[in-house]
């Protein structure tokens, strides 16, 4: 126990400096993948897909990078890493509808919003703004705050793991994974308003130029206005509103130069291309083996805060509700009086 805690101390004090290296983000990045892996799509097929997507953002992401674009703290460090094949995007198997990052080299699209794009326009619009948090270094700039608790969290989870040797290493991963839940009080509060507009805003032109339609990159935030995602902001959420953000895309794409027309290309896949990768994604869903650490990964994929909805759905907030029952349970077992 007492090792334990001496373990945990060492994990969250790095999380407590005020703005993060990218080496730091990048390694607990690093440690947050490795739990979640179970839930990341390894079909040849969709991971060709995802890959020759992001690699048309990330292509024009260094041009503007050369041309010097973006916010300060883009430029704060050497940014070579960002543009580098290290980078991935993954589709992760997970019926809950969002997208995010952990801001070093990885981000994690679901399976529910690839099913939920109706275009493969809607889908490089997502794609495009977690990449711009990656840009915009958004989540070494939350580590002290709100956002990286959770990737604190899934580090915990490691590290917990690795405690617990081979026989109880879920266990102790869930548990250890569950205490940086609960014990960081701004867990499910995500980017901060302003973070995820920055995000829509260079995410636009990484798009525009990459060469989808400028026209459409809110099309997805419309689709889910359309089946009632929106609310009205309130002081309590730092969420941009849907109508905000479609409303942002739309000025952008009516400013957009005439010469902005040469940037356009085909999609990577077209129509009935793009419908095949949707059913793959249910197949590879029902074929993916079932244990017990595709459930866990599951179950932190439906608990982080969301990127393109302004309120948590049903589900993501079912699984808080899971995390904190485990803790409890776990704190019952540890009180008991041991045998
Ligand atoms: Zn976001």
Known sequence: MRRFRVSLAAL????LAACA?????????????????PAVVKDPEMVAYIQAMGTRIVDQARELHEQNYGPKAHFKEDADWMFSDAVQ???????????????????????ELLKTCRTEDELAAVMAHEYAHIYGRHVGKGMDRRYWNLGGALALGVGGYALGGKKHGLEYGTAAATLGFVGLEYIGKGFTREDEAEADELGFEFYTRAGWDPQRFGDFFQQLIDKGFDVESDAASDHPTLRSRVAAAKARASKLPPDAARYRRPPVADAARFAAMKQRAELVARTMPNDETLETAQTLLAAVASCVAPTDTPDQRAARERIKQAVEEREKAEAAPRP
């Open 12 to 15: 969250i004090l790095p999380l």
């Open 21 to 37: 290296t990218d080496r730091q983000v990048i390694e607990q990045a690093s440690s947050a993948h490795d739990q979640l892996d």
């Open 89 to 111: 995007f993954h589709f992760v198997n997970s019926k809950t509808l969002n997208a995010f990052t952990t801001g070093g080299e990885h981000m994690y699209i679901y399976t």
